[in-house]
């Protein structure tokens, strides 16, 4: 599988939900706060671009602000991203840290393009209130709600099994 991971605000590639998925991926730790959204917009590309270069198609595996990033670039490059309680618009950034990042991404919305998106969403959520958004979601993609859980992924067990879908296009 080649799979390229976008972590969220405030997390990391260390975290439990990506080092035990027993995948090797690819992926670069980005400081969302210190870096302009233009200089994440750069990394972020060089990446998938790179992963594309490889004989297996490129799934990107996005969380919380990786989800938002993860679902650009799977839209602009037509690839698949499985988008794990991830930010579907900036208009859903409500805490005082990420607010003031909102002027600068706002200026990529709307994405252009098309994706094979997975959404894969826990419905307690705590951060992300992602109701709203749930019919439109619905229309851009395949879309696994889970009641309960919470911002930072409770049920992790479910990661390879959105990853299994998207590898073998059994829902595309």
Do not use: C
């Not at 599988?1 to 990506?18: A, E, K």
């Not at 690819?26 to 210190?34: A, C, F, I, L, S």
């Not at 602009?76 to 607010?99: D, G, Q, R």
């Not at 619905?138 to 992924?153: A, P, Q, T």
């Amino acid at each position: 599988m080649n799979l390229v991971i976008f972590h969220g605000f405030g997390s990391s590639l260390s975290n439990p939900r990506y080092t035990q998925l027993g995948i090797p991926f690819t992926g670069v730790p980005v400081d969302y706060q210190k870096l302009s959204v233009d200089k994440v917009y750069e990394i972020y590309d060089e990446i998938v671009l790179k992963a594309l270069k490889l004989e297996d198609e490129p799934i990107i595996l996005g969380h919380s602000l990786g989800g938002w990033w993860a679902r650009l670039f799977a839209k602009k490059y037509h690839t698949k991203a499985v988008l794990l309680n991830p930010v579907y618009s900036v208009s859903m950034i409500t805490s005082e840290e990420t607010l003031p990042l909102v002027p600068q991404y706002s200026a990529y919305e709307p994405f252009k393009g098309q994706g094979y998106l997975l959404y894969y969403i826990e419905l307690g959520d705590e951060v992300l209130n992602f109701r709203p958004y749930l019919n439109e979601i619905k229309n851009e993609g395949y879309m696994e709600l889970i009641e309960g859980g919470h911002h930072r992924i409770q049920y992790p067990e479910n990661i390879p099994i959105m990853l299994s879908k998207a590898e073998n296009s059994l829902i595309l």
